[in-house]
Nanobody, 124 residues
Framework: QVQLVESGGGLVQTGGSLRLSCAAS????????MGWFRQAPGKEREFVAA????????YYADSVKDRFTISRDYDKNTVYLQMSSLQPEDTAVYYC?????????????????WGQGTQVTVSS
């Protein structure tokens, strides 16, 4: 069974940085892609970034482009989301998700496995 475990969330001031981690286990991921999504209170879950395990191609939502960086450690089966220049509107629960195909998509319905989420709060 696939398990995704996020960590690294917390409270940070406006303009600060955080790095989220997502450790994956339970299968080989070479033909997969990983995504980060977030959900703020009262809002729908939205796409943040995605990365292809093999090759490392990435894709970002416009709202985080140039501020967030997604990366992966192939040997550790871990995906990271480095977040900088954080703003109050970035406050949300952040989820990592696994798509068992190598496509890079923004649609949450295409992802097969999800982590439990980690809270990120940006104070103004």
């Amino acid at each position: 069974q696939v398990q995704l475990v996020e960590s690294g969330g917390g409270l940070v001031q406006t303009g600060g940085s955080l790095r989220l981690s997502c450790a994956a286990s339970g299968r080989t991921f070479s033909s997969s892609s990983m995504g980060w999504f977030r959900q703020a209170p009262g809002k729908e879950r939205e796409f943040v970034a995605a990365i292809r395990w093999r090759g490392g191609s990435t894709y970002y939502a416009d709202s985080v482009k140039d501020r967030f960086t997604i990366s992966r450690d192939y040997d550790k089966n871990t995906v990271y989301l480095q977040m900088s220049s954080l703003q109050p509107e970035d406050t949300a629960v952040y989820y990592c998700a696994l798509d068992t195909s190598p496509r890079l998509t923004t649609m949450s319905s295409t992802y097969d496995y999800w982590g439990q989420g980690t809270q990120v709060t940006v104070s103004s």
